[in-house]
């Protein structure tokens, strides 16, 4: 049926502008019936921030930001799902066109935002599916005119905290003015101080949800050092590496549509991400547990952030270029890799690169 599905719509998608054709495969998978998966093999088990992974490839935000399809996208075979990203009120984001295709390099530039239906919205669809299982993480953001960005996302963390598997505090999109800014030490520190509280005065009523912070592959090595020792301090649960790179490496074919200003994700995003990945995991030191997204559209790729020393991947633009049958395929490529190095788990194989990454030239 997946199959079916992908065949007869992918060509129909790709004939629609970028965000006509997203919003129409959302609403598809709200509306086809999918059957459950078959369970996934116990070897690709993954068990980080607490919490039990069936396999680790989850989609990561921006594909289902209002939380429309949760159920149909673990139906797919994802281990795990990250809606979002959510800000308290809903806003419109940025004006069209906002999105991007760059087919000659597999890549996507969007300037999208943080548009989406807003907490109450979201937050009613979350609740409605409380009895589903599965792990659904909730991406958190502030709103574009917000006086007091730390506090809209420790408003989410208190609204979400029940139907949450667990939060991202997004402070690395490149889309809302100033809001990279949060990077920045001091403001990290804070803001962390106030979700990680948030997430300890809603534990009595739902438990320990994790918190996880995203950061841009744009960080200085400076900056990722501060950034790192900070999520230590404030003992964070884990970190997501990365979100899309302002940066436009000079290997880019679709010249003129790269000028777009916006986040660069798919394919040319992969190396930078890549290595600010293994970057994080040398400075972690097994603090905590990685998520490594930008790129992954193989299961090559998705290894590859592994041995950088990711526990999990996040995937998105490579759905656009490669399908649905991509995350079965990487599924199989895990498994394949576990096989011939005769290994009895993916935790074995996290970081095993990632020194040695860290000593190669700089991608440019």
């Not at 992918?10 to 086809?32: C, F, M, N, Q, S």
């Not at 534990?203 to 994790?210: E, H, L, Q």
């Not at 656009?320 to 011939?340: F, H, M, N, Q, S």
């Amino acid at each position: 049926m997946i199959g079916l599905f992908d065949r007869l719509a992918r060509p129909l998608l790709r004939t629609l502008e970028p965000e006509d054709a997203h919003a129409l495969a959302i609403k598809a998978l709200r509306y086809v019936p999918l059957a459950k998966p078959a369970p996934d093999a116990p070897l690709l088990g993954v068990r980080v921030f607490g919490l039990n992974f069936p396999n680790p490839v989850g989609i990561a935000a921006g594909f289902d930001k209002n939380a429309e399809a949760p159920d149909a996208l673990l139906r797919l075979g994802f281990g795990f799902v990250e809606v979002g990203t959510v800000t308290p009120r809903a806003q419109a984001g940025n004006p069209r066109p906002r999105l991007f295709r760059l087919d000659a390099d597999a890549g996507v530039i969007n300037r999208l935002g943080f548009n989406n239906e807003g907490e109450a919205a979201v937050l009613a669809r979350l609740a409605a599916r409380a009895n589903e299982g599965g792990i659904v993480g909730v991406n958190i953001g502030a709103n574009r005119d917000s006086t007091d960005r730390a506090a809209d996302y420790v408003r989410l963390i208190e609204a979400f905290a029940l139907p949450a598997s667990y939060f991202t505090v997004n402070v690395s999109s490149p889309n809302t003015p100033g809001l990279r800014n949060l990077q920045q030490a001091g403001a990290l520190d804070d803001l962390l101080a106030r979700a990680v509280d948030a997430r300890e005065r809603m534990s009595k009523r739902a438990g320990p949800v994790p918190v996880l912070l995203k950061i841009a592959p744009d960080l200085t090595l400076s900056e990722l050092d501060d950034v790192v020792g900070i999520a230590r301090a404030r003992r964070v649960d884990g970190m997501i590496v990365g979100n899309t790179t302002v940066s436009r490496p000079g290997s880019l074919r679709e010249r003129v549509k790269a000028q777009e200003q916006g986040g660069l994700s798919g394919r040319p995003l992969f190396r930078l991400s890549t290595r600010m990945l293994a970057e994080t995991y040398v400075r972690a030191e097994g603090a905590f547990a990685l998520i490594g997204a930008g790129g992954v559209d193989s299961g090559a790729t998705a290894i590859a952030k592994i041995k950088a020393g990711a526990a999990l991947v996040q995937l998105y633009s490579g759905l656009i270029y490669r399908g649905l049958g991509l995350v079965p395929e990487i599924k199989t490529d895990l498994l394949a890799a576990l096989k011939r190095g005769n290994r009895n788990s993916l935790t074995s194989m996290v970081g095993s690169d990632a020194a040695a990454m860290t000593a190669e030239s700089w991608p440019g």
